[in-house]
């Protein structure tokens, strides 16, 4: 079972990524999934999530700026990111969880907000 990420790069402040994850292995369909992000030296922290059934919740921080879609057809779940801040520079991480304890994580994705 993989995840495999894509999308990230070098942006400047105010411009906009799309990541995508495609998942492979098993079918996502029924699993919840979502982006995480780790700076250097931090936490991971979730930044938004979606759930089987598309309900989505985000990070407080990506809330306006961020939305995050799944097409569940196709294993894959994305996160458009706009109007990027020099603090959204991080490894975004993508993950799928199933209850109760299965859980799969992706590679990460370098994200760089520079001018």
């Known amino acids: 079972v993989q995840l495999v990420e894509s999308g990230g790069g070098l942006v400047q402040p105010g411009g906009s990524l799309r990541l995508s994850c495609a998942g492979s292995?098993?079918?996502?369909?029924?699993?919840?999934m979502g982006w995480y992000r780790q700076g250097p030296g931090e936490q991971r922290d979730l930044v938004a999530v979606i759930t089987a059934g598309g309900s989505t919740t985000y990070a407080d921080s990506a809330k306006g700026r961020f939305t995050i879609s799944r097409d569940s057809a196709k294993d894959t779940v994305d996160l458009q990111m706009n109007n990027l801040r020099l603090e959204d520079t991080a490894v975004y991480l993508c993950n799928a969880w199933l209850f109760p304890r299965t859980q799969y994580w992706g590679q990460g994705t370098q994200v760089t907000v520079s001018s």
């Open positions: 292995g098993t079918s996502f369909r029924a699993y919840n």
